[in-house]
DNA sequence: CGGTCTCTTGACGGAGTTCAAAGCTAGTGG
DNA sequence: CCACTAGCTTTGAACTCCGTCAAGAGACCG
């Protein structure tokens, strides 16, 4: 479990073991059943976290009940309402399990104080917040201008692996169309292979 | 037209005079006339930019010719490729004048240096590329979830100002709808008041 | 003063959404 | 481990709304 993520830190960063440990050592673990909530809107996102296993989304919901899906954090990866964690004010985010997912949390106290102590650790966070950036200002482009085969394209393109796990609804609630036109985008594509 | 640039750092920061200064005797001047480009697509984003005075807008362009805009920079505020400014590798965006503007412009060099030197210029630096990606984050909620009334509603909501800076037809390809439907929306918001 | 760009409007066509129903799958609980 | 059920996928029909095309009037700039 923790050495799932240990071994991540090794193959992402040339951080010492001692590092490595010290960051673990603050982690808490923490396991989500399917469709289990980590945070709602409207409560503030008091931690980091790091997908161990498992398949979480950060979406957004409308008052009919629809579900806008920001982003999908697989295995290895981090997640987190930044606006809210970075000024601990309420989040206009969900974020749940798709899957059975084991997480690590730490607190903003804790991880803050890693980030000091540890210079490398920061220039590694802040490398992971600007590739998140640079994907979401993309992601925008392609939500103003593309059409629904041009995004089920994309969608597939960048997110291979996820295809298989995601039930339909949640590409469409991804791509922000409805379920009918992906089926219709996906019969097409099967009629062209 | 320099002093405008050091007000707003007086106003924004706690930066000391000599700091200051010492920011502004690095900036290269630069004038663009309206529609005069600041950089294509393909070309890789080598300054930071402020704005002092006019306004640009930062665009992708279909192979259509649609623009679809991203972001607006009246006066008093920064805008860039983030991505391929810190990478410095071929933008896929585009950046104009909408406006005649007034420039600032920092190498990355000399910019770097000038945030190694100075801590302070780093933090409130990071402050600003934060909130740029929280908006953005906020924004493509919007596009995948909203309305095109909603949209434009929105856009009234958020930017005042620039509303009759702008020509519709921008309005329209920053919201991702089409001019006609943006002019049945404000149609329809006359009819309501 | 001419020309380009902008705004507005109309008609039309079509792509996407909504609503509904049916079969199937997979996760749950017993 | 099996049966059941809730949720997922697929499809159809009808409709709505948005985009495209086109034309004309007006505003602004050179």
Sequence with gaps: MITAFENYLRQETSLSDADIHQISSL??????????FLFREGEVCRHKVFVISGLLRIFGMTPD??????????ETTWTID????DRQTPSIYN???VEPS???LWTKADFDSLLTRIPQL????EQLISGNTYSGRRRLLTALSATPEQKYEDFVQTF?????RLPLRMIAGYLGISLKTLNRVRQAQLLRS
Tied chains: 1, 2.
């Design 27 to 36: 982690a808490i673990r923490r396991k989500l059943r399917r469709n289990e």
């Design 65 to 74: 009940g629809g579900e806008h899906i920001l982003q999908f954090s697989p």
């Design 82 to 85: 930044a606006e809210s964690y």
């Design 95 to 97: 974020i749940d399990a």
């Design 102 to 104: 084991e997480l690590l």
């Design 122 to 125: 920061k220039k590694f966070a």
């Design 160 to 164: 291979p692996r996820l295809l298989s």
